[in-house]
């Protein structure tokens, strides 16, 4: 029976390539749609070293978050060596090297649908002494190298479990603050994304001064025989959408397999679908002439780029279960290399092929009655396409999000009511990002202003400080004679200095260019 143990867990595992697709996945998701407004508004040439560079800081600060996943694992694997030595009781060889391997190997199991979902609980989670064997200390100087290597990365350690392995209570609650603000940006575009595309889609009143189908403004009627404007349309729809949708959270749903692959195949679909769309533009007519650089745009430029290569709070959840990690840094650098080329494919293509973006683009591609039904087609599916995607994984982050504010108000150990759990928590999740997007609908804004500050937090600052924590924890623990085989490759200490003197700097500007703007 421990051998099928052991298969079942090893089955639980992919190979490299599958876990780069799932990272790739990952990274390219709703920020992409928002890149070649923001390419526009900064300027083409601006634009492209911005994100070369943060595509650069964000593959440097994910070699922190898996070098801090191989940190906790060794302190995990540490702790359990230690009560395993303070044990006694004779017990055979055989017995100590299956039971250290299931243990070694069981976070492979732990392979929920959403590896956010696993970021409130992971924390939570307290060895069992009464379940640790009793190995007396013969055997324990007889276990196998393969399964004694303490920095191997066997369990799943989610971000949240990492702060309280290596942060203190201030510190890890700093941690929770700053992935719900986050989740909370997230939740608030989902929103507006969805509700602005219905609205697009669904409002079929042209103003005779229309000078493009892309700056209507909201006061406009929706419809012509009707007194609702297009804003009221679009909070309508943004209610309609919560109302549905937000009634799962309560239910604690969670996305199935299937699902993800038919998200993951319809994204891919119109992705490709604009990328041909644009350059059959730019082929049938001359192209646009956007600026080369524009510093008023670099803000938001910087947020939408953050937000564009996020990745690090899924990490563990996706890194884990790969079976062969020797070449992991060379093969996520190659993953990083593809998705910059393909944000530059979509941005450039965008911004040549059209004058006037939407800070959604998907909006770019709105059905037209003089267009064939195949270009009819297209275009409707193009401009629902974030309904579509965006729908299910609504839900999953409002649940992620209901269960971190859980972590972070919520003392452990002490019994709470059915309806502070199941109510008032999801509440909290569905109705401030929902007054936000009732606010504004600029998902340029948004994207900015969720990438910029909780994003940066995310991206920057929690790595460095948990690479920084680790590696002093895990040197005291087991001494500087045991290597980590899954150091970064940006080991010098200057390096962390250099992520978080990057995020102050960059977070400082953003926010004296908002407050110039706001002034002026």
């Known amino acids: 029976m421990a051998g099928g143990d052991i298969q079942d867990l090893t089955g639980a595992q992919y190979s490299p390539l599958t876990g780069l697709i799932y990272i790739f996945n990952l990274i390219v998701g709703t920020g992409a749609l928002t890149l070649p407004a923001a390419f526009h508004d900064a300027g083409w040439l601006l634009s492209s070293v911005i994100i070369i560079l943060l595509a650069f800081m964000s593959y440097l600060t994910a070699t922190f978050v898996i070098e801090s996943m191989a940190a906790a694992n060794a302190m995990i694997h540490w702790k359990r060596l230690q009560r395993l030595k303070r044990s006694g009781g004779p017990v055979s060889e055989q017995l100590v090297a299956r039971t250290l391997q299931v243990q070694a190997i069981g976070g492979a199991r732990e392979t929920p ?123 309508i729809f943004l209610a309609v959408f919560v109302c549905t949708i937000g009634q799962f959270v309560f239910c604690n749903v969670t996305k199935t397999k299937y699902l993800q692959i038919a998200t993951t195949l319809m994204r891919w679909q119109a992705f490709i ?64 290399a593809i998705i910059l080329s393909f944000y530059f494919l979509l941005a450039f293509t965008g911004i040549f092929a059209f004058r006037d973006i939407n800070d959604l683009y998907t909006l770019n591609f709105q059905p037209s009655p003089s267009d064939s039904w195949f270009l009819w087609s297209l275009h409707f599916f193009l401009s629902l396409f974030p309904v579509f995607t965006l729908s299910t994984n609504f839900p999953i982050i409002a649940i992620t999000l209901s269960n971190n504010l859980k972590s972070l108000f919520l003392t452990e150990g002490r019994m709470y009511s059915y309806w502070t759990r199941t109510v008032v928590f999801p509440l909290l999740a569905l109705v401030p990002p929902t007054c936000v997007a009732m606010a504004t609908h600029s998902l340029e804004f948004l994207v900015g202003i969720t990438g910029s500050y909780a994003g940066a937090g995310i991206q920057y600052i929690v790595p460095a400080a948990l690479v920084y924590y680790a590696r002093q924890e895990a040197g005291s623990a087991l001494g500087v004679g045991v290597r980590n085989q899954h150091k970064s490759p940006f080991k010098h200490w200057m390096w962390v200095v250099f992520v978080q003197l990057w995020a102050i700097t960059c977070i400082v500007f953003v926010t004296w260019n908002h407050i110039s703007s706001a002034v002026s």
Not at 145 to 174: D, H, Q, W
Not at 286 to 298: D, E, N, Q, T
Not at 301 to 327: A, E, N, Q, R, W
Request: overall charge negative; some cysteine.
């Open 273 to 336: 679908v604009m990328v041909v769309l644009a350059t059959l533009t730019l082929v049938n007519e001359s192209p646009a002439s956007p600026p080369a650089s524009r510093i008023s745009g670099l803000p938001n430029l910087f947020g939408v780029c953050v937000y564009s290569f996020m990745c690090h709070h899924s990490l563990p959840g996706l890194v884990t279960p790969i079976s062969d990690k020797k070449k992991l840094y060379s093969l996520m650098l190659g993953d990083y």
């Open 113 to 235: 649908s959403s590896p956010l979902l696993r970021a409130a609980s992971s924390a939570r989670r307290q060895e069992d002494d009464e379940n640790q064997p009793l190995i007396d200390q013969d055997a324990i100087e007889r276990i196998p190298s393969t399964v004694s290597n303490y920095y191997e990365i066997t369990e799943i350690t989610e971000m949240g479990r990492m702060a309280s392995l290596f942060f203190s209570r201030g510190g890890r609650n700093m941690f929770y603050l700053c992935l719900v603000i986050y989740l909370y940006g997230d939740l608030a575009i989902y929103g507006a994304a969805v509700a602005k595309s219905v609205r697009d889609v669904a409002c079929n009143y042209k103003p005779p001064n229309m000078t493009s189908p892309l700056n209507i403004s909201d006061s406009e009627l929706c419809w012509a025989d009707s007194t609702k404007t297009r804003l009221d349309a679009y909070r």
